[in-house]
């Protein structure tokens, strides 16, 4: 790491270069224990001088010092993902304008200043969601100084018939670095979700507000609709979906405002990458508190979407491009440092982000 002395607080250390990172691992000799006088102190000024990272961890009720240098910082266009957000702002701006029936067709319309103000009440909040759920892990990937992009939108195009509801494909960004140990998997896996519901739920229930009962019947397991053209859409339940209405006060079927659709989505979003499976987040979330429970349950979680592929034929999409990102694999692959375990905090975090899976699940989202 270029600094003999830093290397003076373990009792036994190891060195690995990931390319575009610089990591020593060990354990910490007693004396330079994280409390210990002056060890803080050492570790600040190594990272200030070397603009690194420095994280404690435990490994055989043993203190253990994990220490990160980047070794080059990546040159991002900017431009180009500015440009996607853009675009991704039009097309849903577009949808957003059509769902609040103002008159504008979805083909490439023309949209004037009003058809505008009423699609922004769905494209903001729902760009606000997506925003904040790849924010979530650009800064946790960005604190354990990893190679990551800015989120990529991906806009979809405003065709004659509605084959995708709210005008975009999501968000993404790229991991080019390696995983190093579960403890930075787990951070960055399960900072997504976390951040996007934290904006989603406010959304819901300002969107729930706004919505307007009809006398209409529900589906069985969607009891709010939004008018595409002179068609009613069905949007499912979720539990966390209905306890927002319950605690609002809102029974009956209801025509969703915008805003709430794009609540609405973003729950749809966060169950979508709590499934544990393979690289989505609640792969990354599972396999970082137990490997061999993931692995066990990555079968029956399949066998579950493959089921709920009879009620909504989506699920059988996602099944197979969980599959694809794993690679033929429903498992996870492993990270470099695999030994450590969760500290307790994690492990309830994890148990909290697997909670919010079953409660923002919603098993048939849509019903014509």
Do not use: C
């Not at 373990?10 to 990172?21: E, F, I, T, V």
């Not at 694809?324 to 694999?329: K, P, S, T, W």
């Amino acid at each position: 790491m270029g600094d003999r002395h830093i290397t003076e607080l373990y009792h036994a250390w190891r060195a690995a270069s990931l390319g575009d990172r610089e990591i020593v691992e060990g354990i910490v000799a007693p004396e330079h224990a994280a409390d210990a006088a002056g060890t803080e102190e050492a570790l600040a000024r190594w990272d200030a001088a070397e603009g690194g990272v420095h994280y404690w961890d435990a490994f055989a009720e043993r203190p253990w010092l994990v220490l990160v240098r980047e070794q080059s910082v990546p040159r991002e266009r900017w431009w180009l993902h500015a440009l996607l957000f853009a675009l991704t702002l039009l097309t849903t701006t577009i949808y957003g304008a059509a769902m609040a029936g103002v008159g504008v067709a979805v083909a490439w319309p023309r949209l004037d200043l009003a058809a505008f103000r009423a699609g922004t009440a769905f494209s903001l909040p729902l760009a606000a969601i997506l925003l904040a759920h790849e924010s979530g892990h650009f800064v946790a990937a960005r604190r354990y100084k990893m190679n990551v992009s800015p989120p990529f939108f991906i806009p979809y195009p405003p065709l004659a018939t509605w084959s995708n509801l709210i005008g975009t494909l999501g968000a993404f960004i790229r991991i080019r670095s390696p995983v190093f140990d579960r403890r930075t998997l787990f951070d960055v896996g399960v900072a997504g979700p976390l951040a996007g519901l934290l904006v989603a739920v406010p959304v819901l229930f300002v969107g729930l507000a706004l919505s307007t009962a009809r006398a209409v019947p529900a589906m069985p397991m969607g009891h709010q609709f939004v008018m595409l053209g002179s068609s009613p859409l069905y949007l499912g339940d979720s539990l966390l979906l209905l306890a927002a209405r319950a605690a609002l006060g809102l029974s009956g079927t209801l025509e969703l405002h915008p805003v709430a659709v794009a609540g609405w989505v973003g729950l749809l979003v966060t169950a979508i990458n709590l499934i544990p499976l393979a690289q989505f987040d609640g792969g990354h979330i599972a396999y970082a508190m137990s490997a061999r429970v993931q692995r066990v349950a990555s079968w029956y979680v399949m066998a579950a979407l493959l089921a709920m592929g009879m009620l909504w034929g989506g699920w059988w999409v996602w099944a197979t491009l969980a599959l694809l990102v794993g690679r033929g694999r429903l498992t996870h692959p492993d990270v470099l440092s695999p030994l450590r375990p969760l500290d307790d905090r994690r492990m309830s975090l994890g148990w909290v982000a697997l909670a919010l899976f079953v409660l923002t699940l919603a098993p048939v989202p849509v019903a014509g």
